[in-house]
C-alpha cells in the first residue's frame, strides 16, 4: 500500500493528516549531528537536585527517598486557582483567561543512572502507581479537569536533567492534544457504539504489520497515522479510562510491556533513546467517559541514526507535518530489536553506535515476541 510512493494518512485520534513520503527515504543529511550522550552515570551523583538527600534548585531538601519520590515542581508552569471567579480579559477580537493548575515531577528510583529499560519490572510498576495515586489525587482537586502525566527523556528532547523522572501537569482545562482526542472519540462512540480505540486495536492486530509487542493485556503498535519516525501508541485489551482503573495484573503487564519496548528502544541504535511519551487518560470531569481508552504515546525525535534527529520544520511548520519511512518499516525495525538490553549483552565492552539506512521491508506475518 502506497509503500513507494507520497501519500496522506488520517489519524482518527486527532482528525488531522500527515504526509508519509516513503520515495523521500534515502535523502543524503549534511546537516545537524547531534552530539550523542557521554556513556555512563553515577548511580548517585551528589551536584543532581534530584538525587536522594540532595538540595533542589528551590532551596528545598528531598527526603532519603528508596522508591519513586513526588514532589511540587519548584518551577510550576501553572499556579493553583485561589478562587473560582472566572477572570478573562477580552479586547476586540483578543481574549484570554486565567489557567489554573498543579505540577508535580516524579522521580522513577534513587537510582540516577537507571532509565526505563534498565529498572526491574516490579519497579516500573510502582512508578504506574505513583503515576495512578496522583492522578487520583489531582484529579479529585475541584478546579482540575486534566491530568497529563509526561516523561521528556534525554538532551535532544530539551530535558534538564538526566536523573530518570517524570512530570505531570494538572489543567483547568483539557488541553489541545487530550481535546482533539475527546471529540474524536466521543463522535466514533455515538456512531458505533463502541469505543475508537478498542477497534483500532482489533484491526491492527488482524493487520499485524504495524505491531511491535504485547501481553495479555496490552499492545504497542506504531500507529497507521504515526508522525515521528519511531512512534508508538501502547493499548489495553479492555476498555478502561484512566489510570486508577487498571487493575493490578493491567499495571504489572504495562510495566512489563514498558520496559520491553523502551529496551528494543535502546537497542535501535545502541544508545539511551531519547523521546517524549506520555498517557492520555479521560478528563477528570467528573463525567463517565465509556468512549475514552486510556492509552500511551511514544514520541522519539531520532529519524536514521543516534545522530540524525527529525526537524518539524518548513512545510511541516507551514502545511502539515509528514514523515519519511512508512508506520510499517519502523514496526519492522522496531520488531527486529531485542528485549535483552543492549548493556546486558555478554559482548557489550562500552558504547558502539549502529546507524539505520535502509529500512527494512515490512514483515507481513506481524510476528510479535509474546502473545499480544
Ligand atoms: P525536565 O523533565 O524537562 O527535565 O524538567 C525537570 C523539571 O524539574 C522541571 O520542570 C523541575 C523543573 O522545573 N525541577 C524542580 O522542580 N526542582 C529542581 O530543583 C530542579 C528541577
Ligand atoms: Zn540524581
Not at 208 to 227: C, I, K, Y
Not at 244 to 259: I, N, T
Request: a negative charge; aromatic letters at 10%.
Amino acid at each position: 500500500m502506497f509503500s513507494d510512493r507520497s501519500h496522506r494518512r488520517f489519524n482518527v485520534l486527532t482528525g488531522e493528516y500527515v504526509l508519509v513520503s516513503p520515495n523521500r527515504n534515502q535523502r543524503p543529511w549534511q546537516g545537524l549531528r547531534e552530539r550523542t550522550p557521554e556513556a555512563g552515570r553515577p548511580a548517585y551523583d551528589p551536584d543532581c537536585y534530584l538525587c536522594p538527600g540532595n538540595s533542589r534548585a528551590g532551596g528545598l531538601m528531598n527526603p532519603p527517598y528508596e522508591g519513586t519520590f513526588a514532589f511540587d515542581n519548584d518551577f510550576a508552569a501553572l499556579l493553583p486557582r485561589l478562587h473560582r471567579r472566572p477572570e478573562r480579559y477580552e479586547y476586540g477580537l483578543l481574549s484570554a483567561e486565567a489557567e489554573g493548575g498543579v505540577c508535580r515531577v516524579v522521580c522513577f528510583s534513587p537510582r540516577h543512572d537507571l532509565s526505563l529499560p534498565e529498572l526491574g519490572v516490579a519497579e516500573i510498576d510502582s512508578v504506574i502507581a505513583a503515576w495512578s495515586g496522583e492522578s487520583t489525587a489531582l484529579g479529585a482537586r475541584e478546579y482540575i479537569r486534566y491530568v497529563q502525566i509526561f516523561e521528556n527523556k534525554g538532551e535532544i528532547m530539551g530535558c534538564s536533567n538526566p536523573h530518570p523522572h517524570s512530570q505531570i501537569w494538572a489543567t483547568e482545562h483539557i488541553p489541545t492534544e487530550p481535546a482533539k482526542e475527546l471529540f474524536s472519540q466521543q463522535d466514533y462512540f455515538q456512531t458505533h457504539g463502541r469505543p475508537l480505540l478498542l477497534d483500532v486495536l482489533i484491526q491492527e492486530k488482524t493487520a499485524g504489520v504495524r505491531l511491535v509487542a504485547g501481553n495479555e493485556h496490552w499492545t504497542a503498535l506504531v500507529p497507521f497515522w504515526a508522525l515521528w519516525p519511531f512512534e508508538t501508541l501502547l493499548i489495553p485489551r479492555r476498555s478502561v479510562s484512566r489510570l486508577p482503573e487498571l487493575e493490578a495484573a493491567e499495571r504489572l503487564a504495562l510495566a512489563d510491556l514498558l520496559k520491553r519496548l523502551t529496551t528494543r528502544y535502546d537497542n535501535l541504535f545502541e544508545i539511551s533513546f531519547p523521546y517524549s511519551m506520555g498517557f492520555h487518560q479521560a478528563p477528570f470531569d467528573g463525567e463517565e467517559h465509556p468512549e475514552w481508552v486510556l492509552h500511551l504515546h511514544f514520541y522519539p525525535p531520532l529519524m536514521r541514526s543516534a545522530t540524525v534527529r527529525k526537524f518539524m520544520v518548513g512545510f511541516e511548520m507551514l502545511g502539515m507535518p509528514g514523515r519519511d519511512m512508512t508506520a510499517e518499516q519502523a514496526a519492522a525495525r522496531l520488531r527486529e530489536c531485542s528485549e535483552v538490553h543492549y548493556k546486558q549483552r555478554q559482548d557489550y565492552t562500552g558504547r558502539s553506535e549502529c546507524t539505520f539506512s535502509s529500512p527494512a521491508e515490512p514483515d507481513s506475518s506481524g510476528a510479535m515476541s509474546s502473545t499480544c
